[in-house]
Nanobody, 126 residues
Framework: QVQLVESGGGSVQSGGSLRLSCAAS????????MGWFRQAPGKEREGVAC???????NYGDVVKGPYTISRDNTKNALYLQMNDLKPEDTAMYYC????????????????????WGQGTQVTVSS
């Protein structure tokens, strides 16, 4: 059974940092492309970043501060380091994995992903 479990969310003040983690199980994640998405209340889910099976990375236009996506295939884990957070970064953040394997083209389309986690809440106060 495929499972993605996010952790690391929380409440921080503007300018603060958080590191999100995603633990994958039930499949060999190294061949998948993996991404982070976020969704604020009343808004559509938007792509934050994608990292493919070769380590190529794309970031979404929504990313304003210095974010870094990374993965550790030995641990079946995905990470998102978020620095200089702003109140507009407040959202539920989701980890996702896709069988395609690559972050080309419309990597930010949720339909490109086969598996999703339950999300971890990030709240940034001013």
């Amino acid at each position: 059974q495929v499972q993605l479990v996010e952790s690391g969310g929380g409440s921080v003040q503007s300018g603060g940092s958080l590191r999100l983690s995603c633990a994958a199980s039930g499949y060999t994640s190294s061949t998948y492309h993996m991404g982070w998405f976020r969704q604020a209340p009343g808004k559509e889910r938007e792509g934050v970043a994608c990292i493919d099976r070769d380590g190529n990375i794309n970031y979404g236009d929504v990313v304003k501060g210095p974010y870094t996506i990374s993965r550790d295939n030995t641990k079946n884990a995905l990470y998102l380091q978020m620095n200089d957070l702003k109140p507009e970064d407040t959202a539920m953040y989701y980890c996702a994995a896709g069988r395609y394997g690559f972050c080309y083209g419309r990597w930010f389309d949720p339909l490109r992903y086969n598996y999703w986690g339950q999300g971890t809440q990030v709240t940034v106060s001013s």
